[in-house]
């Protein structure tokens, strides 16, 4: 008996769509800061997001290089410098020996570097330099995450992440992103989501449900930190949180089908927490 293939949905101009399944990859990237700046800037999105890297972080990412036999590691902070031992690393038959390099000094506002050892005093600050000055695969990847949050919905398909459902209203801001990784040598898959499939519609919904549930447990999970010493703007903060996630179910009713009551409890719950939370730190007595 020959099996029936089923054939494919046929995704024309006239055919509506849910949205896409995007993932994206920056293997092995290396752009200047300026670069990636001028790219944000070209596909018409926030160059804010692709901030300076501070001379401490950079460092962290030059021993990295650094570190090839030897130790590296922070001995002692003042508010202008940190200091760091280099202890080279040597074995002997069955044993490693330990012995003290030298010690370099950091300054925190500027990025130089000095140490006794002029050789490595060189070596450290042109790692550290191009460290300052070049933005990897995975930063490139937090800016897009960054502007995602800022502008538009990722909803995780898989547990490990590397792969979103982005909803069909942000298409127009999907284009940009694509522009952007484009510029910097980076690439965007883009797979469009018919509406009106069986597996497709169900996918969406639980994407979209597990995204606005993990939401709300995050909510829930900082109400319960809460405490007297909880800052009056912190408790408005996640009344304002709870709220804008109120709203987004809304947004997104289409997509939740049988799930968006449970999930309007959920954040119910969570704002009633909240409620007895602020009346509870008010009130500590009645406690």
């Known amino acids: 008996m ?12 006239g055919t509506r769509l849910l949205g896409e399944v995007i993932a994206w990859a920056c293997p092995g990237l290396a752009v ?26 950079a460092f962290a990412r030059a021993c990295k290089k650094l570190s090839d036999q030897r130790i590296i590691r922070p001995v002692a902070e003042d508010t202008t410098t940190i200091k760091f031992q280099f202890t080279q690393v040597t074995r002997e038959d069955d044993r490693y020996e330990y012995t003290l390099e030298t010690t370099l000094t950091l300054d925190k506002q500027t990025g130089s570097v000095s140490c006794a050892l002029p050789g490595l005093a060189t070596a450290a600050q042109e790692e550290l330099d191009r460290c300052i000055a070049v933005r990897t695969g995975s930063d490139v990847t937090r800016v897009v995450q960054k502007l995602f949050e800022r502008q ?15 909803p069909q209203q942000h298409a127009g801001f999907t284009d940009k992103i694509q522009e ?19 597996e497709g519609d169900r ?15 995050e909510h829930r999970a900082a ?14 903060r996640a009344a304002e949180k709870i709220r804008a996630t109120k709203f ?14 449970r999930l309007d409890r959920v954040v119910t719950d969570a704002e009633q927490e909240l409620r007895a939370k602020v009346a509870e730190i008010a009130n500590p007595a009645a406690g």
């Open 2 to 13: 020959t099996a029936t293939v089923p054939l494919p949905v046929p995704v024309g101009a």
């Open 32 to 57: 200047p800061h300026a670069d990636l700046v001028r790219a944000l800037e070209a596909a018409d999105l926030d160059p804010g997001v692709a901030r300076e890297l501070a001379p401490r972080h």
């Open 152 to 166: 538009a919905d990722l909803f995780g398909i898989r547990p490990g992440g590397g792969c979103y459902f982005v």
């Open 180 to 198: 952007l990784l484009d510029r910097v040598g980076g690439r965007l898959l883009r797979f469009p989501v018919p509406a009106g499939t069986d």
């Open 203 to 217: 996918s969406v919904a639980q994407a979209v449900a597990d995204g606005h549930a993990a939401v709300v447990a």
């Open 223 to 236: 109400v319960a930190q809460f405490g007297a010493d909880t800052r009056a703007d912190t408790l408005q």
């Open 248 to 261: 987004k179910l809304q947004t997104y009713a289409e997509y939740l089908t049988g799930e968006k009551e």
